[in-house]
T-cell receptor, first 117, second 114 residues
Framework: DAGVIQSPRHEVTEMGQEVTLRCKPI?????LFWYRQTMMRGLELLIY????????DSGMPEDRFSAKMPNASFSTLKIQPSEPRDSAVYFC???????????????FGSGTRLTVV | GDSVTQMEGPVTLSEEAFLTINCTYT??????LFWYVQYPGEGLQLLLK?????DKGSNKGFEATYRKETTSFHLEKGSVQVSDSAVYFC?????????????FGKGTLLTVNP
C-alpha cells in the first residue's frame, strides 16, 4: 500500500500565479480531506469529499480556492490567484467508509509545502 | 464549537526522561480523542486513540487516558528516546461538530537529546 500520495512535495510560486496541488488517496478509501497547516492557525479542514462529492467546503477560505475530485483516485486543490498569505503546508488525507469517523482509519499524505513570494 | 488546547512547546528532554504533554478539550456530546505524531518532513500519523470515557489508548510506549470528568487526554511516556523527537498533536472528532472532522490542537514540539 503506497499510502496517500501528494504532489508536488514543495512548490514555490510568485504572487498572482495559479497553483494546483494533487492528491491520490488510498485505493478503496472513499472519503478525502484537504487540510492546511500554518504556524498561526494550526491544522484546519478545508474541504471534505465523500464518494467524489464535496460534502463540507465550509473551511475553504475564499473564492480563490477550489477543489475537485473527478474520480475516486484523484483530487486537486487549486489556488488562483495565489497570495503570500496562502503559504502553508497542505495535507490530503483519506479514510474508508461513508460518514466514517477518524477512529476507523484516517491516513495523511506527506503534504505539499507551498511558498508564495 | 469544539476545541483542543495542548501545552505550548517546545519541550526538550534528555533520553530516558519521563514525558507528559497535556491536552484538554471542549466539546458537546461524546467525542473520540486522538494523538497524532508528525516527524520532520512527513505527514501526520495516528499514534493512539480512545473512543469513550476511561478508555486508555497506547502505542509504542505512549499512553493516554480519556478523562471525561476533567475533559483531558494527556500523553505520557515513561522513557523517551531520541527517535521520539517530533511534533505531537492532540485531536478530537464527533463532539458537537461533524463525525468526520478532526479538530486539532496547535501541536507540541518534542526534542529528545542523547
Amino acid at each position: 500500500d503506497a499510502g496517500v500520495i501528494q504532489s508536488p512535495r514543495h512548490e514555490v510560486t510568485e504572487m498572482g500565479q495559479e497553483v494546483t496541488l494533487r492528491c491520490k488517496p488510498i485505493s478503496g478509501h472513499n472519503s478525502l480531506f484537504w487540510y492546511r497547516q500554518t504556524m498561526m492557525r494550526g491544522l484546519e479542514l478545508l474541504i471534505y469529499f465523500n464518494n467524489n462529492v464535496p460534502i463540507d467546503d465550509s473551511g475553504m477560505p475564499e473564492d480563490r480556492f477550489s477543489a475537485k475530485m473527478p474520480n475516486a483516485s484523484f483530487s486537486t486543490l487549486k489556488i488562483q490567484p495565489s497570495e503570500p498569505r496562502d503559504s502553508a503546508v497542505y495535507f490530503c488525507a483519506s479514510s474508508p467508509g461513508q460518514g466514517t469517523t477518524p477512529s476507523y482509519g484516517y491516513t495523511f499524505g506527506s503534504g505539499t509545502r507551498l511558498t508564495v513570494v | 464549537g469544539d476545541s483542543v488546547t495542548q501545552m505550548e512547546g517546545p519541550v526538550t528532554l534528555s533520553e530516558e526522561a519521563f514525558l507528559t504533554i497535556n491536552c484538554t478539550y471542549t466539546a458537546t456530546g461524546y467525542p473520540s480523542l486522538f494523538w497524532y505524531v508528525q516527524y520532520p518532513g512527513e505527514g501526520l500519523q495516528l499514534l493512539l486513540k480512545a473512543t469513550k470515557a476511561d478508555d486508555k489508548g497506547s502505542n509504542k510506549g505512549f499512553e493516554a487516558t480519556y478523562r471525561k470528568e476533567t475533559t483531558s487526554f494527556h500523553l505520557e511516556k515513561g522513557s523517551v528516546q531520541v527517535s521520539d523527537s517530533a511534533v505531537y498533536f492532540c485531536a478530537l472528532s464527533g463532539g458537537g461538530g461533524s463525525n468526520y472532522k478532526l479538530t486539532f490542537g496547535k501541536g507540541t514540539l518534542l526534542t529528545v537529546n542523547p
